[in-house]
């Protein structure tokens, strides 16, 4: 009988010991090509040598240095390397243990800021698993079933799809228009201290918000005083082949939420804001015990040392588009693959009925499950109505591997039709 809690969804029995790059190996020693990345999370691949030389050299110094007792240089250390890559005007940082936590301070960094009680979402949106995320989550009822009520003052605005009704520029004014609505029918802009964002979302699948959303967004806020907080905890690190997803949309964030692939796996995130915004959060007003952990601090200064190495995010953007270029050839044959998008790798393949439109789930899960047992491909579902594969290797992924990958979906297409 085991003695773990059934609360986790299982993507696979799979019983995992050792993992290498884009790889993992089970305990009977199959391999399987890992396009999950733990989620999104293992960003220089599995026990990439420089992260884990960077832990063991960390633990054999210090392995707790609680940040309220006592200072370790790799705070200041972490901080300073974040402000060298993140948007203009991000330059201060607070340090937690998960994208929930962030999400949740960012919100309470925002309330105290403003002195407003309100905060406006976006429909699809996943930030997190505690009682405010869930009540800012919007992507999946499954996610909140159950755990009612959730905290109020959270209003949800929607977010123009890729597949929708009239031209996508259409669908982006008509949710301006609605989000302004908003501001006058629900929660009044003297009440809302902040949007939040997914610039790309993550499970509500793998849509990218248009630049001109996000630049419409942004404006409403400096019109009101209102925050606004760019979610990057799947987004960020590189994995839309940029740094951050925000980067080159014209916008900049007044609070940036970071987590997953900031330490390629050791658990740490981030709430960036300027000095300005951080010094309106009272002293003793949050904190955390674990935040900031030397152990996990080195990996994340490790991990950012191999994402700004030269050319790799070219490489990044190169198995991105290979990727989506698969992808599309494949559609021609396969026309329930209804739209393929997403920047880098992060990157989406929506299944709908080619006769109907209606979303298809069923294909979906079968052309996971072929390349699961199959192939050796490891794949994850996204979406309401789970039916969009998300493709989220490692950021190191191969030429070699992403053909090996692409050829697996191929044959899963060919086998489920």
Known sequence: MSHLAPVWFKLTDLQVASGEGSWVTTVDGRRYLDFTAGIAVTSTGHCHPKVVAAIAEQAGRFIHAQVNCYTHPLLEQLAERLAGITPDGIDTFFFTNSGAEATEASVKLAKQATGRPHVIVFSGSFHGRTHLAMAMTTSKTGYRAGHAPLPAGVFVAPFPRAIGQGTLDERIDACLDELRHLL????????????????????????????????????????????????????????????????????????????????SGMPISAVGASRDLMDRWPTGSH?????????????????????????????????????????RDASADHPV????????????????????????????????????????????????????????PPLVVTREEMALATTAVRAALDATA
């Open 184 to 263: 006058l029918s629900q929660t009044a802009p003297a009440e809302t201290a902040a949007m939040i964002l997914e610039p790309v979302l993550g499970e509500g699948g793998y849509e990218p918000a248009p630049a001109r959303f996000l630049q419409g967004i942004t404006e409403i806020c400096r019109e009101h005083g209102i925050l606004f907080i760019a979610d990057e905890v799947q987004a960020g690190f590189g994995r839309t082949g940029t740094m951050f997803a925000v980067d080159g949309t014209g916008i900049r964030p007044d609070i940036l939420v970071m987590a997953k692939g900031i330490a």
């Open 287 to 327: 904190g955390g015990t674990y935040g900031g952990n030397p152990v996990a601090c080195a990996a994340a200064l490790a991990t950012i040392d191999v994402l700004t190495e030269p050319g790799f995010l070219d490489s990044v953007n190169a198995r991105g588009e290979e990727l989506r270029q698969a992808l």
């Open 337 to 392: 693959l209804a739209d393929v998008r997403g920047p880098g790798l992060m990157v989406a393949a929506e299944f709908r009925d080619p006769v109907t439109g209606a979303p298809d789930a069923a294909r979906t899960a079968a052309v996971i499950a072929h390349c699961r047992d199959e192939s050796n491909l490891l794949l994850m579902n996204a979406g309401t109505y789970a039916n969009v594969i998300r493709f989220m």
